[in-house]
């Protein structure tokens, strides 16, 4: 077990974290829970911020939305947003051209890059594109520890 984790956090946990009524609600406080137990390192970028935003606020509300902003950007929060720069936008690119899903977006493909880039343990995230994609999800991740411990 790692003394800290880093973990990406994704738009379907901002979302399910944020939104009572989402389906992945109940497991996203959940994880999120187990996770504040350890030491870690929460990270995101600005194209998921963007896309939580926008996500929340058609799913909720404006004002669920402009609250998720405030959050985000209040002193004690523990989420870190990464700026997108030209090196991470091109190799998304790239990862995106070769896609074969029309199911995977652009931003999942800048989040697989920021994981690599960043050497991340996990992502925090349901989308299962990840974890075919070679990513450890933080779902997956915490099962494994719970059963080697």
Same mark, same amino acid.
């Given at each position: ?9 994704? &738009? ?8 009572? +009524? $989402?389906?992945?609600? *109940? %497991?996203?406080?959940?994880? #999120? ?40 950007? &209040? ?8 700026? +997108? $720069?030209?090196?991470? *936008? %091109?190799?998304?690119?790239? #990862? ?54």
């Amino acid at each position: 077990m790692k003394d800290t984790l880093k973990i990406f956090v994704d &738009s379907d946990a901002f979302v399910a974290l944020t939104v009572a +009524t $989402d389906a992945n609600h *109940e %497991k996203a406080l959940s994880l #999120l829970h187990s996770l504040g137990e350890r030491s870690v390192v929460f990270l995101t970028s600005n194209y998921v911020f963007s896309e939580s935003i926008t996500v929340i606020s058609m799913r909720s509300s404006h004002a669920a939305a402009v609250a998720f902003i405030e959050n985000m950007q &209040s002193p004690g929060n523990p989420f870190q947003i990464k700026r +997108t $720069d030209e090196v991470i *936008e %091109k190799e998304a690119i790239e #990862l995106f051209k070769i896609q074969t899903s029309k199911n995977t977006s652009f931003v999942d493909c800048s989040n697989m890059v920021f994981m690599k880039q960043l050497n991340l343990d996990a992502i925090f995230s349901f989308d299962d594109v990840y974890r075919k994609k070679g990513c450890i999800l933080v779902e997956n991740l915490l099962m494994v520890e719970k059963q080697a411990a």
